[in-house]
């Protein structure tokens, strides 16, 4: 019998969870061990793990917050993702993950002059074309988007894997294991129409209505979920891969 690897989850609010990826982690055997960052303990939050002691990858998902506030678990989670990126562990950060990944390994983070909200079309760049974890994706595609920050300097050694005209770094990779992404991969469409409520500013400056949001789900989620589902494969295939299993 084989111990199953174990993906730290980094969750920092009830909306911003798993979502497509987590269920694909689960269809390929991983443990999630999910944390409530955003929480105290006593309303079941729990805290950032003190080392990565039996933590195979760790995901870092979105959230209303940003780099540079004040946060209990925010240093403490960019440090984590630093000393995993360093040890080559799988590390995914999506939206504010993204953000702090960026920032943890040395990148910059700011605000934008106007928030990306809805779908907003993305292009692989000539390392994104090329990258495992992107094959079979669309060179331009339409994405889903919630942001008001965006990561202004990548990291240093990082490579540029996808942008948008309003946002250059859509999506970056630090070595062979960790990456970032600007967009929602991870949302299903139940997950997704919960957006211009939860983030009801980042809409309300970006301009995009409820009514204009239903028709671009009409118009684009098909193939969006079609797209992020090959991502979810690919990083539980190529990146989350189970090469630390030990027999029980």
């Keep these: 019998m084989l111990a199953m690897s174990t993906v730290l989850i980094l969750q920092h609010n009830a909306r911003c969870g798993p979502g497509r990826l987590g269920a694909t982690l689960r269809d390929h055997g991983f443990r999630l061990d999910v944390r409530r960052l955003d929480l105290p303990v006593d309303r079941g939050g729990r805290p950032v793990p003190p080392d990565l002691d039996n ?28 000393e995993a990126t360093g040890r080559g562990l799988p590390v995914v950060g999506v939206c504010l993950g993204h953000q702090i990944l960026a920032a943890a390994l040395g990148g910059e983070v700011g605000p934008m002059d106007t928030p990306e909200a809805g779908f907003h079309p993305v292009e692989l760049t000539f390392d ?40 250059k770094v859509q999506a970056f990779r630090v070595g062979h294991r960790a990456y970032g992404f600007q967009y929602h991969l991870e949302c299903d469409r139940e997950m997704a129409e919960s957006y211009p409520s939860g983030d009801a500013g980042v809409w309300e400056r970006a301009g995009v209505s409820a009514d204009q949001f239903r028709a671009q789900l009409d118009d684009h989620y ?12 690919n990083l539980a295939t190529f990146a989350f891969t189970h090469d630390h299993l030990t027999a029980v």
């Design 55 to 82: 933590v195979h990858a760790v995901l870092s998902l979105g959230g209303p917050q940003n780099v540079g506030e004040s946060h209990p678990w925010l240093e403490p989670e960019m440090t984590l993702l630093a």
């Design 128 to 167: 994104g074309r090329n990258d495992t974890l992107l094959s079979g994706v669309a060179w331009k595609s339409s994405q889903f988007e919630s942001h008001g920050h965006e990561v202004t300097k990548l990291p240093d050694g990082a490579a540029l894997l996808a942008s948008s005209p309003a946002c």
């Design 222 to 233: 098909e193939m969006f979920a079609r797209l992020a589902d090959r991502v979810c494969v």
